[in-house]
Nanobody, 127 residues
Framework: QVQLVESGGGSVQAGGSLRLSCVASGYTYSNFCMGWFRQAPGKEREGVAAIYTGGGMPRYADSVKGRFTISDENGNNTLYLTMSSLKPEDTGMYYC????????????????????WGQGTQVTVSS
């Protein structure tokens, strides 16, 4: 059974940093597109970043470029999202997702591309 379990969320002040983790189990971690999504209250879920575990350039939403870094440890089946210079608009529930495909430049940020989802971890940034 596929499981994605996120952790690392919390409350920080603007300008602060957090690192989210997502541990994957129940499938072969390699050669998957692993993504981070977020959903703010009253808004649609949006793609934040993605990385292909088989190698390649990571993908980022314009709103987080230069502030967030996605990475993974293949040996530990763990995906990370390192967030710095956090802003109040970064507040939301952050989800880890996995797709058994390459991270397409056009579709990596689309929910329908992903087969598996975690339960989410809350990030709150105060001004």
């Amino acid at each position: 059974q596929v499981q994605l379990v996120e952790s690392g969320g919390g409350s920080v002040q603007a300008g602060g940093s957090l690192r989210l983790s997502c541990v994957a189990s129940g499938y072969t971690y390699s050669n998957f597109c692993m993504g981070w999504f977020r959903q703010a209250p009253g808004k649609e879920r949006e793609g934040v970043a993605a990385i292909y575990t088989g190698g390649g350039m990571p993908r980022y939403a314009d709103s987080v470029k230069g502030r967030f870094t996605i990475s993974d440890e293949n040996g530990n089946n763990t995906l990370y999202l390192t967030m710095s210079s956090l802003k109040p608009e970064d507040t939301g529930m952050y989800y880890c997702a996995a797709a058994d495909t390459y991270c397409s430049g056009a579709y990596w940020g689309k929910e329908y591309e992903y087969n598996y989802w975690g339960q989410g971890t809350q990030v709150t940034v105060s001004s």
